[in-house]
């Protein structure tokens, strides 16, 4: 009942030949797969680059990082009118490099997925617990507190209805270590069950994907947990040939 998706994140990698080439091989290989979300987010600057070869494919357009604000005095940042303006389709908010390494804070990051459906896009949500905190059992925790901003809102259903949230454990990112499928089930639960205490019908429609060192070999198994929508893949989503094989495992459980 939900269509899986799945996004590749190139994050700050490749230039303008190597983001037009690959668009074009994502384009040209994951035709006729079927039903299978598919998006992808170059670096801000390949944007126009990336939306050229993509056309009018079923291939969506994403971003990796949005302003919270609509417009201003905000040196280097990029507004979600700016993105929508460039055809986006896809902005992921709150990513765990944007955590750990520019100090984004719950309450930002949920004010840039507010600015994102308020743009006419759709945020993609990322949350995760580094090792430490799975070590010392505070996963759930965690992933609540990351949560929490969004849930305070009296409007949280409005913005829930349009987002995608992507679980990715910081441990398992760019590390080749990825949580087990049982592993990853467990939060992907536990976040279903938090959006359905707030809207039953909301949280059984809603996407949740995986995402940590997903790769075609362990794509499947991951994919075939039963809270699991798809994946948010970065390594893996430069290679077209691996991040199709991603796509055709997802396009294979739905
Ligand atoms: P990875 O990255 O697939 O390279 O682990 C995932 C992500 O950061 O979104």
Not at 15 to 25: I, K
Not at 65 to 86: K, P, V
Not at 208 to 224: D, M, Q, R, T
């Amino acid at each position: 009942m939900r269509t899986p998706l799945v996004l590749g994140n190139w994050k700050m990698h490749g230039n303008r030949a190597f983001a037009r080439a690959l668009a074009g091989d994502v384009c040209a290989d994951v035709q006729g797969m079927g039903q299978v979300e598919v998006g992808l987010c170059p670096p801000f600057v390949f944007l126009t680059d990336v939306a050229a070869v993509v056309g009018e494919s079923p291939v969506g357009l994403g971003a990796q990082n949005a302003s919270e604000f609509r417009d201003g005095a905000y040196t280097g940042e990029i507004s979600c009118g700016m993105l929508q303006a460039l055809g986006c389709r896809y902005v992921l908010v709150g990513h765990s490099e944007r955590r750990q390494l520019f100090a984004e804070t719950p309450a930002q990051v949920i004010a840039k997925l507010v600015a994102v459906v308020d743009a006419g896009m759709i945020p993609v949500l990322c949350v995760g617990e580094t090792l430490t905190e799975r070590q010392s059992g505070a996963t759930p925790h965690v992933i609540d507190a990351q949560l929490a901003p969004l849930f305070a809102r009296a409007d949280a259903a409005h913005y829930l209805q349009t987002a995608v949230i992507a679980y990715e454990p910081v441990w398992a990112i760019g590390t080749g270590e990825t949580a087990t499928p049982a592993q990853a089930q467990a939060v992907h639960a536990q976040i279903r069950q938090r959006v359905c205490a707030l809207d039953e019908g909301l949280g059984q429609r809603m996407r949740i994907l995986y995402g940590g060192s997903v790769k075609p070999g362990n794509a499947g198994e991951l994919f075939g947990e039963a809270d699991i929508d798809g994946g948010l893949i970065g390594g893996a989503a430069l290679k077209a040939e691996d991040f199709c094989a991603i796509v055709a495992a997802a396009a294979r459980q739905s």
